[in-house]
């Protein structure tokens, strides 16, 4: 059974970084690709970006300038960095495995997902 | 990118079927047989209902069913539960390895 939780400050500043760490257990950040989804209060889901295979990037088009997404094998851990916040960006932030099917193979779905982390942006 | 179609609420009573639509475009759900299905309870995580476009995973009921026609995918829920009351997300990959989530829907069992 993969179990994801994501730790990380709750409050950031307006223009400063929102750094939000995802650990894994039961899975192995090396063999699968894994992902940041966000949802602000009140609305829908949204999808953040993706890391795999020892460091393979992918980001939404409209946050690229603004995230990262990075890896810490010997942790078994991704985390996630986005600069520049504003309290546009309050939401609760998932980590969530993408899953492999189909064929040929190719990345298709959310399967495990952390609880989430509610992330404010306030002064 | 924008966000796939959905309605804003539909609702039935118990017993009933419902259906969900999520219309995208010819570069995301028209283009892959990659749309999947979330039901998300408040307070909780999304939990995978299908996957592309009509397959469900083990465990979840056969009360779910997944469809797709062009552009325009749909969820239906047959016999409707009270536990099935919650907000539903369609999530289609979009190509150049970027996925897209609809809007979100908010069904309601009367």
């Known amino acids: ?123 | 990118q924008s966000a796939l179609t959905q309605p804003a609420s539909v609702s039935g009573s118990p017993g009933q079927s419902i259906t969900i639509s999520c219309t995208g475009t010819t570069t995301d759900v028209g283009s892959y047989n990659l749309v999947s299905w979330y039901q998300q309870h408040p307070g909780k995580a999304p939990k995978v209902l299908i996957y592309d476009d009509t397959k469900r995973p083990s465990g979840i009921s056969y009360r779910f069913s997944g469809s797709k026609s062009g552009n325009t995918a749909s969820l239906t829920i047959s016999g409707l539960q009270a536990e099935d009351e919650a907000d539903y997300y369609c999530c289609s990959y979009a190509g150049s390895a970027t996925w897209v989530f609809g809007g979100g829907t908010s069904l309601t069992v009367l």
């Open chain 1, 1 to 123: 059974q993969v179990q994801l939780q994501e730790s990380g400050p709750r409050l950031v500043k307006p223009s400063e970084t929102l750094s939000l760490t995802c650990t894994v257990s039961g899975g192995s950040i090396s063999s699968d690709y894994w992902s940041w989804v966000r949802q602000p209060p009140g609305k829908g889901l949204e999808w953040l970006g993706y890391i795999y295979s020892s460091g393979i990037t992918n980001y939404s088009p409209s946050l690229r300038s603004r995230v990262t997404i990075s890896e810490d094998t010997s942790k078994n851990q991704f985390s996630l960095k986005l600069n520049s916040v504003t309290a546009a960006d309050t939401a609760v932030y998932y980590c969530a495995r993408v899953l492999i099917s189909g064929s040929p193979p190719w990345p298709s779905y959310f399967d495990y997902w952390g609880q989430g982390a509610l992330v404010t942006v306030s002064s």
